[in-house]
């Protein structure tokens, strides 16, 4: 008997610890395409930063519903492609994309006296919830795979909040929107990389593009709350 409980166990730590290498190296693998898709996004946002994109202000319903088509409809292709190099392309294309739709957001912002200073700020703000997010998320215990539901009404009524601020032009509402994306983007952080630590999620493609959504919206968002308080030339 105590030989077979021996194999037995010794199985039991071998399934172990494979499963604790295949995570680590999702979570490498997510944490490696993370920043590689940086780039893109610099790059788009360089480019969106020095040309005009003012028509798209000039019917900003068209403007936002064309928008969001492209960003679902470039998801879904991402997600269908997620366990083949073509969707890691499609990843790095869409953080281009939404760099350049960053672009008008961070002309406007650089157009303050104290413009690169927000930037950095927003930067550094954003870095610092991302590592104390993920921190959490990599060190606990606990399983926060119970927030996907919360999380999941959250993106909703955030969706809905700002389809109603292009129709009701209010700035309590404006900053209210702001900061639920603030909380909403830190949840999702911690969500997703206990998610990966946990074994819930094994493609660093489809946790990659989640935790760069967060990302650009955290960061937007605090640029725009940032941007509140700037101070014009």
Do not use: C
């Not at 610099?42 to 064309?66: C, E, K, Q, W, Y």
């Not at 830190?186 to 969500?191: D, G, P, R």
Request: proline share 2%.
């Amino acid at each position: 008997m105590q030989p077979e409980l021996r194999t037995v166990q010794t199985g039991a730590s071998g399934a172990t610890q494979d499963f604790a290498l295949q995570q680590h190296k999702v979570l490498r693998n997510t944490y490696m395409l993370l920043a590689l898709s940086l780039i893109p996004t610099a790059i788009g946002a360089a480019i969106g930063t020095n040309i005009d994109l003012g028509f798209m202000r000039t019917s900003p319903m068209v403007s936002f519903i064309v928008i969001l088509g492209v960003f679902y409809g470039w998801i879904y292709a991402i997600e269908r492609n997620k366990d083949s190099s073509l969707g890691v392309a499609l990843l790095l294309g869409f953080t281009l994309f939404l760099g350049l739709l960053l672009g008008p957001l961070l002309h406007r912002t650089l157009g303050f006296r104290n413009g690169t200073e927000l930037v950095m700020m927003a930067a550094g703000g954003t870095a610092a919830v991302f590592f104390i997010m993920a921190g959490i998320a990599s060190s606990t215990k606990r399983d926060f795979s119970g927030l996907s539901s919360f999380l999941t009404v959250g993106a909703v009524v955030l969706m809905l909040g700002v389809v109603a601020s292009m129709f009701m032009q209010s700035p309590i509402l404006y900053l209210v929107i702001l900061g639920g994306f603030v909380l909403f983007s830190s949840l999702m952080i911690m969500w997703q990389v206990n998610n990966i630590v946990r074994g819930g999620e094994t493609n660093y493609i489809s946790a990659t593009l989640t935790l760069y959504i967060s990302i650009y919206n955290l960061f937007s968002a605090l640029l725009q709350l940032l941007g509140i308080g700037g101070r014009s030339d």
